[in-house]
């Protein structure tokens, strides 16, 4: 599974402005709803449902949510990195600046596991979180998101 597999040029946001973690899932549903063809509200009430088991702000600034929807048919990602850093009740209590949101079928099991996993490594890699910080455009933040998996492949 690779990032590309999952992430198009239009799913990437570059300074989305949110001031809360819901009105950035809100934000990243809506997009998400144009991509899926699923409705932006079921999409939000998902990764909700998944947040209030735990937070997915998995510290150092990011963020994966994530959930399982039943009409779609593949995985697909959102990235967005933030204008502003919000609070997302992240695991270190630090604000959360870059939000990488996977959605899965139901059906997904493994694969759903596997990007996850690569969506994690990626972001866990402090010079990547550093250039996706410091880059100028959404299409500057797709081409390090894609082109950093297959220079760690």
Not at 43 to 68: D, F, K, M, Q
């Given at each position: 599974?690779?990032?590309?597999?999952i992430?198009?040029?239009?799913?990437?946001?570059?300074?989305?402005?949110?001031?809360?973690?819901?009105?950035?899932?809100?934000?990243?549903?809506?997009?998400?709803?144009?991509?899926?063809?699923?409705s932006?509200r079921?999409?939000?009430?998902?990764?909700?449902?998944?947040?209030?088991?735990?937070?997915?702000?998995?510290?150092?600034?990011?963020?994966?949510?994530?959930?399982?929807?039943?009409k779609?048919?593949?995985?697909?990602?959102?990235?967005?990195r933030?204008?502003e850093?919000?609070?997302?009740?992240?695991?270190?209590?630090?604000?959360?600046?870059?939000?990488?949101?996977?959605?899965?079928?139901?059906?997904?099991?493994?694969?759903?596991?596997?990007?996850?996993?690569?969506?994690?490594?990626?972001?866990?890699?402090?010079?990547?979180?550093?250039?996706?910080?410091?880059?100028?455009s959404?299409?500057?933040?797709?081409?390090?998101?894609t082109?950093?998996?297959?220079?760690?492949?």
């Open positions: 599974m690779e990032i590309e597999q992430l198009t040029p239009e799913s990437v946001v570059d300074s989305l402005r949110a001031s809360s973690k819901r009105q950035a899932l809100q934000e990243l549903s809506e997009r998400a709803a144009v991509i899926t063809g699923i932006g079921e999409l939000l009430e998902t990764i909700l449902g998944r947040e209030r088991l735990g937070t997915t702000g998995v510290g150092h600034g990011v963020a994966i949510p994530h959930g399982r929807i039943d779609i048919d593949r995985l697909y990602g959102l990235f967005a933030l204008a850093p919000i609070d997302f009740e992240a695991i270190d209590d630090e604000p959360v600046d870059l939000i990488f949101m996977l959605l899965a079928p139901e059906s997904a099991g493994a694969d759903h596991l596997k990007a996850l996993a690569k969506v994690s490594r990626l972001l866990r890699d402090k010079s990547i979180c550093d250039k996706l910080r410091g880059s100028d959404a299409d500057a933040l797709y081409i390090l998101l082109d950093t998996q297959a220079d760690a492949a």
